[in-house]
């Protein structure tokens, strides 16, 4: 008896351990799409000025592809706290480098102007 109790138990115990430690499909596509989307934003934000205006259309419409597409998979997720931190980062970083580049662009035509 005591030997079946045991079994059912740690049988239980490690249901549990795999139930908890297991993440459902919707967090590893997440946590990809994620990835994904940082390391375009770092990818991006290292180009030089030179380099990422004359794509600069393009590279918008990939940002907005990829913000969008991680957008709709974090939806899917119950809790979405640890993953809001890091997109909030990289959208600020993505965000500053493009005020950058466009006021960069506007004060090059303004000087063109002149």
Known sequence: MKNTRLKFLLGLFIIAF??????SSNEKEADFETSNFINFVDSITKLKEIDALPNWSTTNSIYEKKLNALNLTI???EDSKDYDEEIDLATEKFETYRKDILKNTKSESNDLKL
């Open 18 to 23: 795999l139930y908890i430690s297991c993440k």
């Open 75 to 77: 939806d899917k997720l």
